[in-house]
């Protein structure tokens, strides 16, 4: 009864899979289903023709299958052509994806199922690409965002594109895709040439080494482009220090895009008080508040016209303060026109020179050049001693007290209309009548 019994449960297997053979060989059964095939359809994401059959890609060859004779199934067509039945071709565009025009859907994509969406082999899109790209700006000190969240496709398309390097758009419409700020001032009057021609001419695509993706820090990158302001830096022996400290070029230009001339962050004398327009306690001897300076009753007639530019240079100079002529910096210097190039580039020199005159200068006693009294000697009074080069309360620039050394010296100054008189820290009151 026992030996019976097993007999017939044998060859009832038996005949059971050779019915589900015979129907694969025909094409009408499921090849998954005999235990041949089921693990390629395990996965999470099933290719939609294995719904339809597998008749739908492969065909028989008429040879045994499952059998020794070789396969008995064959494509149905060679990919690509088999993948573009049902998906439209990948190769019509100008830039096409390598393994795309070669054909090889195979080296992303596995055909029958996989655990990743778009039956990708790898469940991130970084090693999937990484299979081929082989870089090393996973290891960059600054990573592009993409390039930090695995996001590949977010800038790249898969299989072609119409812009280079399969970019899914234009630069630089792609940066702005995420870059909102810098879309904005793409709309100003004044753009930065590598702004406007292409982002990659500054940042650094995927990674670097140094902040904001730049291609080198500041303010060398800014020189590759702007050797002789560079040349200048060197040569020169007074160096805004607005270029040497914080955040550089950009303590006054903006690096995209401006509304203002030479792309400065606002015009005029408002970028220079930004810095100027206060006093530091820790160093009040070298630093003025010239806001405050400029809005006194009686004002430099350079400032008034053309703000600071006429006087000082914006990036370097071989005189102090950045002045763009000779001028002492002390309390004293020899009197010679050549020691106040500066001054007599706007003012006639005759007011040192004429020790006798009645044009050259209105600060005379009868024909006396007071000028020259004070100036032309070989330990002559600064400029600075009587007038604030900046802004005062009194007419023709005379202040109510000036720095002399670490000393405020009161000057004591009245006018009338014949005169007037001082009264300074240096000598008793005298007057003077044209």
């Not at 041949?36 to 290719?47: F, R, Y």
């Not at 778009?118 to 290891?139: A, G, I, P, Q, R």
């Not at 006194?296 to 303060?321: L, M, N, Q, R, W």
């Not at 002492?328 to 010679?336: F, K, Q």
Request: charged share 25%; with cysteine; hydrophobic share 25%.
């Amino acid at each position: 009864m026992t030996i019976k019994l097993t007999l017939l449960i044998f060859f009832g297997l038996a005949s059971a899979t050779l019915s589900a053979v015979l129907q694969n060989d025909e094409g009408t059964g499921n090849c998954t289903n005999t235990g041949c095939h089921n693990n390629l359809i395990e996965q999470k994401v099933v290719h939609s023709p294995i719904e339809d059959g597998c008749e739908y890609c492969h065909e028989k060859t008429g040879k045994v299958h499952p059998g020794s004779e070789g396969n008995g199934f064959t494509l149905v067509k060679t990919p690509p052509e088999l993948c573009e039945v049902c998906h439209e071709s990948k190769a019509s565009e100008k830039t096409v994806h390598e393994p795309v025009a070669a054909g090889e859907c195979l080296e992303c994509h596995s055909p029958h199922s996989s655990p990743n969406q778009f039956l990708l082999k790898e469940s991130s899109t970084v090693k999937l690409c990484e299979d081929c790209h082989d870089s090393d700006m996973w290891n960059n000190k600054t990573k592009h965002q993409p390039v930090s969240d695995g996001a590949c496709l977010k800038c790249h398309n898969p299989h072609q594109s119409n812009f280079p390097q399969l970019l899914v758009f234009k630069l630089p419409e792609l940066c702005f895709n995420c870059h909102e700020k810098e879309k904005n001032e793409h709309n100003l009057d004044n753009l930065h040439p590598p702004f406007e021609d292409n982002c990659l001419d500054c940042h650094a695509v995927h990674g670097s080494e140094n902040s904001n993706l730049l291609t080198a820090k500041l303010p060398d990158i800014c020189f590759s482009c702007h050797e002789e302001l560079q040349n200048s830096l060197l040569q020169k022996k007074t160096v805004h220090q607005a270029i040497r400290e914080g955040k550089l070029c950009l303590n006054c230009h903006n690096q995209h895009a401006s509304d203002n001339s030479n792309l400065l962050k606002t015009e005029g004398q408002k970028l220079c008080f930004q810095c100027h327009g206060k006093t530091n306690p820790l160093e009040p001897d070298k630093s003025v508040n010239i806001e405050k300076k400029v809005s006194e009753k009686f004002v430099h007639e350079p400032i008034v016209s053309d703000g600071c530019s006429d006087c000082h240079a914006t990036h370097a100079s071989d005189y102090t303060a950045l002045l763009m002529n000779q001028f002492p910096a002390g309390n004293y210097t020899v009197g010679e026109v050549d020691s106040f190039a500066l001054c007599f580039d706007c003012h006639d020199s005759d007011l040192l020179e004429k020790q006798q005159t009645d044009d050259a200068t209105n600060f005379r006693n009868g024909k006396t050049n007071l000028h020259y009294l004070h100036v032309k000697r070989e330990k002559g009074r600064n400029c600075i001693d009587c007038h604030d080069v900046h802004g005062a309360p009194n007419i023709h620039l005379i202040g109510d007290k000036v720095r002399f050394g670490h000393w405020e010296m009161p000057i004591g100054y009245t006018t009338n209309e014949t005169g007037g008189s001082c009264l300074p820290g240096c000598h008793e009151e005298k007057k003077y009548k044209r």
